[in-house]
């Protein structure tokens, strides 16, 4: 009898992931950026914290006004190292082609404003932490030279880890 083997090839944006802030360029907040193995455990557990953002439309901005009436609905206020998890309703699409389409997108601003608060891993149950890669091509077409990828760039600001694909 020989050893069972298994062989995978993937991506890394196969499943669910978390982000590293390396991820997001080399530098944060003028240090070299964490790799994924040396993001601290305690950033990974903890009070975990679940936003309802349902009702936005996919394509839209999730925005620092969205968090705080989301958090406002649940009466609680940010705490450093809660893990915010971001429902937007993407997830049930998971297994259609659209699914990379489906998910609302969360602002550079609502970003920076959730680890001002001390939180330093935010997820979303989109394909991306931000929008749809085709609106963000857009708006960058249409003349915003901002429109891509803004949130993952926060992440050269202020230090924090997301979760995709939840």
Not at 61 to 82: F, H, Q, W
Not at 122 to 139: H, L, Q, R, S, W
Request: net charge negative; charged share 25%; aromatic share 10%.
């Amino acid at each position: 009898m020989a050893l069972a083997w298994e062989e995978i090839t993937a991506i890394t944006h196969t499943g669910t992931h978390l982000d590293a802030p390396y991820h997001f360029g080399p530098i944060v907040e003028g240090q070299k950026a964490k790799t994924i193995d040396q993001v601290p455990l305690e950033w990974c557990y903890g009070d975990g914290v679940v936003l309802d953002f349902r009702h936005k439309q996919p394509g839209d901005s999730i925005t620092v006004e969205d968090v705080k009436d989301a958090l406002k609905k649940i009466n609680y206020s940010l705490k450093p190292l809660d893990v915010v998890l971001c429902m937007t309703g993407a997830d049930k699409y998971f297994d259609d082609v659209r699914y990379t389409q489906m998910n609302p997108g969360i602002s550079a601003d609502a970003t920076l404003w959730m680890i001002d608060q001390g939180v330093k891993i935010i997820g979303t149950d989109g394909y991306g932490y931000d929008k749809p890669f085709a609106v963000m091509a857009k708006e960058y077409k249409d003349g915003d030279k901002s429109a891509l990828w803004p949130a993952h760039f926060a992440g050269r600001q202020r230090e924090y880890c997301h979760i995709e694909k939840l």
